[in-house]
């Protein structure tokens, strides 16, 4: 790192302050120890069933896989008071292919990743281009990836300008901001890449912890430094900023530490998908699994439920 | 000089780990004349599910495996079983069986073992068959395991019932969660450490202990178990006969009022192998 990125990162930690890394970890393991039972648990279970992304990203998707995948997201299981998912996650060449399977105007909204997901690595007028073919094809959201190899080199006007490029490129869509979390390497750039990113974006977006694409995901503790970004950038500007962690959640249990984290940092407000949501595959199927046992007191078995959407 | 005496913690094998409860709970287990041997673990349900899971993780790779590797596995822990003899024989006396009953106890449990590694690679000829048809087709039934076989042993021979329950189950790829004695739970505990060197992989075989009436209706209940075998009194029989319809699992339920003869001929057999596997019948179009 030369002299002149070094400056420009401290004046940024300078200005957004920095992050007590033990603090952190400490925080966050305190929410793996409170006990949800009974009818709290069965709240959260499907307050977490309503936040989940139903996600598919791989290079073998088709559009009958969408369909499959947006029959689960309408209806999640056989018990019709299992509300649907918040939206499916596709690529934009899928887009097409979801709006069809969900109709004009459905309850399950359509993200949509662009910008070169997951690299990036495009130039710009690609990258926009993308987004503005998902929102016309009839993505509701979007969820881009920032420029990492910007940001590192300390060169934050051009993350931030380039964010604002495809606020504009969005027009009515919703917006997620992926920061990639495992590439930004230390919980201050994280913290640092949450606020450029927030005062680019509008209340009501989101900022992501990852694309899924890359060996470390959403853990408690980075989910915990981008939390307390949007509180403090909440109580700074009133701008209500959603988050939403992305990969490696795939149990229940999980899923409900991450409630738990949202609901003693952020409070009840951010409980809902309006502002948190689950980027998730197979968590969605562990999540009905505990819905049924607390239903019927008996532990069921995975093959009992449709496939998870990894698997299809 | 004098010396601390080092003590073992017990501790439960699970998914190829020797672990707590989850619930940290403990309950002492006292030798035959009254004294404290050792603190054992009291697992809970949440343990159960957690073995379940680890089974369910071990079954695809353990079913897998050729039979006569299965068989090869078995005859292995065995010899592990064998070299370690005085051990076992020990946990054996702690319940107050005599020295010359112990060690007969382990060589009838080591002999068990070594009696369902030969039938590993052989019960299939047994239980398969080539069925005639009237068409030109060869017509087969073959054998494939069940998944995960719950196990609750009884109080008399606790590790030669123990291991009559576990080693049928595991011979023809199934994987098994087994619950120890409550009264005589540290065999298991020996036990557990000679599956853990055996060339088993982990996971295939899972050892609890605990309170019976903790565990028993979770063990009737749970969907991902997709057999039983079980020593029960008429109490714990009728909860896991209703629990096994409603999850629609198999359930071999053995009297625990009667005295079984764990050392006789008849507890051992191709039939304890047929308990837990399932047949698949099979139509192949005969070429010209």
């Known amino acids: 790192m030369n002299a002149g990125q070094s400056a420009s990162f401290r004046r940024l930690f300078d200005e957004v302050g920095p992050v007590d890394c033990v603090g ?14 009974k009818a709290a648990k069965l709240w959260g279970l499907r307050t977490a069933v309503t936040m989940v992304d139903l996600t598919t990203l791989e290079g073998k998707d088709t559009p009958g896989k969408v369909a499959s995948l947006c029959a689960k997201a309408r209806h999640p299981s056989d018990d019709p008071t299992v509300p649907p998912v918040a939206a499916v996650c596709v ?53 881009m990836v920032i420029n990492r190899g910007a940001f590192l080199a300390g060169e934050f006007a051009e993350v931030a300008d ?15 901001v992926i920061l990639e979390v495992s590439e930004l390497e230390t919980f201050d750039n994280i913290r640092a890449a949450s606020f450029i990113a927030m005062r680019t974006i509008r209340g009501g977006d989101f900022i992501k912890t990852s694309t899924g694409k890359t060996s470390l995901n959403a853990t408690l503790g980075n989910n915990q430094v981008m939390l307390e970004a949007i509180r403090d950038f909440y109580l700074e500007t009133g701008t209500a900023i959603g988050m939403k962690p992305a990969g490696g959640i795939r149990t229940a249990k999980q899923a409900l530490q991450f409630l738990v984290a949202v609901k003693e940092t952020l ?31 008996a532990y069921q078995a995975p093959y009992y439920f449709s496939e998870a959407a990894e698997s299809y | 000089m004098s010396r601390l005496p080092i003590t073992k913690t017990p501790k439960v094998y699970v998914g190829g780990a020797f672990i707590r409860s989850e619930s940290a709970r403990v309950f002492p287990l006292r030798d035959a004349a009254g004294n404290f041997f050792a603190n054992i673990p009291q697992c809970t349900r949440k343990d159960l599910r957690n073995a379940v899971e680890a089974a369910a993780k071990a079954g695809p ?48 449990a080591v002999d068990r073992l070594i009696y369902y590694a030969g039938w590993a690679d052989k019960y299939e000829q047994v239980l398969g068959n080539v069925n005639p048809v009237a068409a030109p087709y060869f017509n087969f039934t073959v054998t494939e395991p069940m998944g995960i076989v719950g196990i609750i042993a009884p109080d008399e021979a606790p590790l030669l019932a123990l291991l009559s329950l576990v080693a049928p189950a ?60 079980a020593v029960a009194n008429a109490a714990e029989r009728k909860t896991l006969a209703l629990g096994a319809a409603d999850s629609v699992k198999r359930a071999r339920l053995f009297k625990g009022e009667a005295p079984i003869d764990w050392f006789a001929d008849t507890a051992q057999g191709v039939h304890a192998i047929r308990d837990f596997v399932e047949f698949k019948t099979v139509w192949h179009p005969i070429g010209a």
């Open chain 1, 24 to 37: 952190v970890e400490e925080r966050v393991a305190k929410y793996t120890t409170r006990s949800l039972k």
């Open chain 1, 91 to 143: 690529y934009p060449a899928m887009v097409r292919a979801a709006r069809r399977a969900l109709g004009p105007g459905a309850a399950v909204r359509i993200a949509s990743v662009a910008t070169a997901f997951p690299s990036g690595q495009a130039p710009l007028r690609t990258r926009l281009g993308e987004v503005r073919a998902a929102v016309a094809d009839g993505a509701d959201e979007i969820d």
């Open chain 1, 162 to 176: 380039e964010i604002a490029a495809v606020v504009a490129a969005c027009g009515d869509a919703t917006l997620k």
């Open chain 1, 267 to 297: 409070g009840d407000a951010w409980l809902t998908n309006a502002r948190y949501r689950f980027g998730a595959s197979s968590l969605l199927n562990d999540l009905l699994r505990q819905i049924e046992k607390e239903r019927t007191g």
């Open chain 2, 61 to 108: 790779g353990w079913a897998k495996r050729t039979a006569y590797n299965r068989g090869q596995i078995l005859y292995r822990l065995g010899e592990m079983l064998e070299a370690r003899a005085g051990e076992l024989a020990d946990a054996i006396r702690l319940g107050g069986a005599s020295k010359g009953a112990a060690a007969r106890e382990v060589t009838a």
């Open chain 2, 170 to 229: 595991i011979t023809s790829g199934n994987t098994v969660v087994a619950l120890a004695s409550s009264a005589q739970p540290y065999p298991a505990i020996v036990l557990g450490e000679m599956l853990a060197t055996s060339d088993l992989p982990g996971g295939v075989v899972n050892l609890l202990t605990g309170f019976r009436k903790e565990l028993v209706p979770t063990f009737a209940t749970h969907a991902h178990l997709r057999a039983l075998a």
